[in-house]
């Protein structure tokens, strides 16, 4: 063991920790998003809104980034675009599901994300869940469940295509993870949002009246939007997943709803019920139970529930733009300083030699605004 080895392990763990600091804004920023638009989105058309905030935040990332872009690979541009799809996949799913279901079962399987990030995390990169993640992973989603109010109503079809929707989140996660490591953060994100707003763009002209707004509020709701909770949000969400686990992402994310019903309450005048506050403080006690050591408990507390096999997403997103398929050797892993006992790919460098530039996810008006 090197005599370095002890510094290195403490600065990880403040890298993580100002990761994970800046996910937690990033998720207040998205839960502040429910209070911005719910008034500009009477004056535009909700496709509409969406391509006008996720082209802006392209435009206010493709500036500085501009020179990265222009050297980004063809699988760089590829990963690009698929983190764009995978997320207005999960956008589209939920707004044609919410036609057959209710907001509450909406909302609720929705934030399912939570769970399926870390089954999708062992299962495609191999990363274990251990028995601390898996209940601090059930805590935050009782607490979903007691905030969304959800009554147990089955809708089988706006249920089955909401959690398409939840899916799709969660695969972007997991996408984000393994791109974030071999792709220019600055150049993915832009690719990114770009292909968000171009796709709404499509939806919004196929399907709507798509105009632009007249109100200066509705732009006001916009420039927030675009700036805020999509160029800034984005870019903090890619350089912490250089520093921090899918399974941790996703369950601080998942804060969301409980930051839109403290802004909802602060700003707008709506009051949670009994149940929707104990809903918001089991979820908050989940997101603060990963930060237990499990050490400090049982032993048992330590093991793996499952580690998933190495699958698609190795492949995927191994290639580069030489065509070149790196050699498993070539992604090393180390143990991190999380509290959840995983094992996560250690940083590496991509073929452009990005590394993440530091810190900096597609609106839903009813569910998931990230």
Request: glycine residues 12%; proline residues 5%; aromatic residues 10%.
């Amino acid at each position: 063991m090197s005599i370095e080895e002890p510094a290195a392990r403490k600065t990880d763990a403040q890298a993580a920790w100002i990761a994970e600091s800046g996910l937690v804004v990033v998720a207040a920023v998205f839960g502040l998003t429910f209070v911005v638009i719910q008034d500009a989105i009477e004056n535009v058309p909700p496709w509409s809104f969406v391509a006008l905030r996720f082209l802006l935040a392209a435009g206010v990332v493709a500036v500085p980034y501009a020179a990265q872009i222009a050297r980004l690979s063809r699988s760089g541009w590829g990963a690009g675009a698929g983190l764009g799809l995978l997320l207005v996949g999960g956008y589209a799913f939920q707004t044609i599901g919410l036609v057959y279901t209710t907001a509450s079962n909406s909302g609720f399987i929705t934030g399912l994300y939570i769970v399926f990030t870390p089954l999708m995390a062992a299962l495609l990169l191999r990363q274990r869940v251990t028995r601390w993640s898996a209940l601090c992973i059930a805590t935050a989603a009782v607490g979903l469940l007691l905030l969304s109010g959800y009554g147990g109503a089955f809708h089988p079809l706006g249920d089955a295509l909401t959690l398409a929707s939840s899916l799709c989140f969660a695969l972007h996660i997991i996408a984000m993870d393994r791109a974030v490591r071999l792709f220019p953060t600055g150049a993915l994100v832009a690719v990114q949002l770009a292909t968000c707003g171009t796709l709404a763009l499509c939806i919004a002209l196929i399907k709507e009246d798509f105009r632009l707004p007249g109100e200066w509020d509705a732009w006001g709701a916009i420039a927030f939007t675009g700036l805020a909770a999509s160029a800034f949000a984005y870019f903090v969400q890619a350089y912490a997943q250089r520093r921090t686990s899918p399974t941790r992402v996703s369950v601080i994310l998942g804060m969301e709803p409980v930051f839109a019903g403290v802004f909802g309450y602060w700003l707008a005048g709506d009051r949670l019920t009994p149940l929707g506050w104990a809903g918001a403080a089991t979820m908050v006690i989940g997101v603060l139970l990963m930060d237990v050591k499990p050490s400090r408990m049982s032993l048992k507390w330590g093991r793996s529930v499952f580690t998933g096999r190495p699958q698609a997403f190795d492949i995927v997103f191994t290639r580069h733009g030489r065509g070149r398929a790196a050699s498993r050797s070539a992604v090393p892993h180390t143990r991190t300083a999380g509290a959840d006992g995983e094992w996560l790919p250690g940083h590496l460098e991509g073929p452009e030699g990005a590394n993440a530039p530091g810190p900096s996810a597609l609106l839903s008006e009813h569910g998931r605004t990230g």
